[in-house]
């Protein structure tokens, strides 16, 4: 991190830059301007004093994406606190559980949280203020209760003159200070509190600043799909388009594939920023039943018409995202073989980008126009990685990494913290990968995933996986192990399985593991495939919960 500079001075000289434009919208809803912005963070910062906070201290937020989640947030940080943000989608234990660990003096949450909490269960909070419009929910301090009863005239009184530019003065943070603490809701069921300095956040920032800022202009649209409480959402989505200018839209209602597919014709962003599933389900229900056709395939096939075709096809994928994307950004999860495949055969500007919660979370990205199919990216010039591996181009090893962007470490969690950050400094992510000659990294599973075969060969469930749900009435699969045989659970795609009887569906399954296992070796062949009759638990980047499903 540059000396001098500060992560907070972004967020002002964004709202001071782009003071009249328009900032955040709730999809179909209201629409702030940055000069708004500024005005109810103004406000909560009178909160916060009358409530006692002091810099450093905690404050919680918990809800569905919007603008005043946004506002909160920027809220929380400029004046100098800690944000915890947490998942909207944790249960009511959890989120108690999150809120007490962390010490937090007050919390923000959306109207569907408000009713699923228990106050009593989270005794230190000074005061849970109700997202939709900044009421009190719960107040424990008088002072609390008097300035937000009284709010408008203490933000008059502190600003006679009307509150200009000239007003907007925030925090000024040091690298190394403590920024956020990200609960991480990973695949293993243990959440720990990941500790994000300033300086992890302006290394994301200014990363995408110096990459992305070229191709996306101020002022264009850009649509978060994503989770905020999720780094991968709140540093790409939302803190580089807002402190680049743009105008964000939340999607503040359950994200169904339909609205999604709304938001993108009507908001047309300049950037996507996806999790493999949203992609996914695109291509595989709207597009690979018109390519997969008969008279496509021929079509395909004959090279004079071949090039004209794909590019058809190209702009219809694009226009289904809304047609100004300057690339699609997939992470979080693997993305499917077949769907990657597919969409760079026909020129779709899509790319893959690798990070982790604990490195704020981006490790290695490339643009989509030297993108190296199956890769995903090479390492960012602000961070360092390796391959724990005799052999890095060939053989699979821990990726390892430490750099600007890299964390404290896990809050009141000092065990954990050395068992992941050796004496070095490197971060060991638990991710196994190869790398090319070019810096490519090439994500072959994780070390607690990976399996061994009866003759103690390393079996990488993710690959077999990857293979299996390109395969008829495949929905979404998971590869365990039953002593020293593997199996394949399988929930069936329920719109492909409509008219089949189970005998039938049973026989296309027994196909698809004999088509399977012609594609492994013997040592990861699947012995069967086991039906289920509902969806596998997945956390909010939309993994699997493996730990639910391995005995």
């Not at 955040?24 to 103004?42: C, E, M, P, S």
């Not at 909207?88 to 923000?108: G, P, R, T």
């Not at 990294?441 to 990976?450: A, V």
Request: glycine share 6%.
């Amino acid at each position: 991190m540059n000396a001098g500079s500060s992560f907070n001075k972004y967020i002002q000289d964004a709202i001071i830059n782009n003071w009249n434009a328009d900032a955040l919208t709730d999809f179909q809803g209201a629409t702030l301007q940055f000069h708004d912005v500024a005005r109810k963070i103004g406000k909560l910062h009178i909160l916060f004093l009358n409530c006692d906070i002091q810099k450093g201290d905690k404050i919680a937020i918990c809800g569905r994406n919007s603008s005043h989640w946004a506002v909160s947030f920027l809220a929380t940080l400029t004046y100098g606190a800690v944000a915890v943000p947490i998942l909207h989608e944790f249960n009511a234990d959890q989120i108690h559980n999150i809120v007490n660990h962390s010490e937090a003096k007050m919390l923000f949450v959306g109207d569907y949280i408000a009713k699923e909490i228990d106050p009593e269960a989270m005794p230190h909070l000074e005061g849970i203020i109700n997202l939709p419009d900044f009421s009190l929910m719960v107040s424990r301090s008088e002072k609390l209760t008097y300035a937000r009863e009284h709010l408008n005239m203490m933000f008059c009184s502190q600003y006679p003159m009307a509150f200009r530019k000239e007003d907007v003065h925030y925090h000024e943070d040091s690298p190394e200070e403590l920024a956020l603490i990200n609960y991480t809701s990973g695949t293993t069921g243990y959440s720990k509190g990941v500790m994000l300095p300033y300086r992890a956040l302006w290394g994301n920032l200014d990363f995408c600043l110096r990459n992305l800022g070229s191709h996306v202009k101020p002022n264009t649209h850009m649509l978060e799909i994503l989770p905020m409480a999720h780094m991968y959402g709140l540093a790409i989505e939302f803190i580089f388009g807002f402190c680049y200018g743009c105008h964000l839209f939340f999607l503040n209602r359950l994200p169904s594939p339909s609205l999604i597919a709304q938001a993108f014709t009507e908001v047309k962003p300049s950037l996507v920023i996806a999790v493999p599933l949203i992609i996914e389900k695109i291509i595989r229900k709207k597009v690979f039943p018109i390519v997969q056709s008969n008279r496509m395939k021929l079509l395909l096939a004959m090279p004079v018409v071949s090039k004209k075709v794909k590019e058809k096809i190209c702009q219809q994928v694009y226009e289904a995202f809304g047609g100004q994307a300057y690339e699609i950004i997939v992470g979080g999860a693997p993305l499917s073989k077949e769907v990657e495949q597919f969409l760079i055969s026909i020129g779709f500007p899509i790319t893959v980008g690798y990070g982790t919660t604990e490195c704020a979370p981006l490790i290695s990205y490339r643009d989509w126009h030297t993108f190296v199919p199956g890769s995903c990216g090479c390492c960012l010039d602000n961070m360092e990685v390796r391959i724990l591996s005799r052999d890095p181009q060939n053989v699979a090893g821990e990726i390892v990494t430490r750099g600007t962007n890299l964390m404290l470490g896990y809050y009141k969690n000092e065990e954990a913290t050395r068992q992941a950050i050796d004496e070095d400094g490197w971060y060991h992510t638990g991710d196994l990968a190869t790398m090319d000659a070019d810096g490519n990294i090439f994500i072959r599973g994780r070390i607690k995933n990976m399996l061994l075969g009866a003759n103690g060969q390393n079996v990488y469930p993710e690959e077999i996986e990857d293979k299996l749900n390109s395969m008829p009435m495949v929905s979404e699969c998971l590869v365990v192990q039953e002593g020293e045989k593997l199996v394949a659970l399988v929930f069936p795609d329920k719109d492909e399985v409509n008219g089949f009887s189970q005998e039938e569906l049973d026989a296309v399954m027994e196909q698809n593991r004999q088509n399977l296992n012609a594609m492994l070796p013997n040592f990861s062949r699947i012995s069967r495939i086991v039906l289920r009759d509902s969806e596998f638990q997945k956390t909010p980047k939309k993994s699997i919960k493996r730990y639910l499903y391995q005995a």
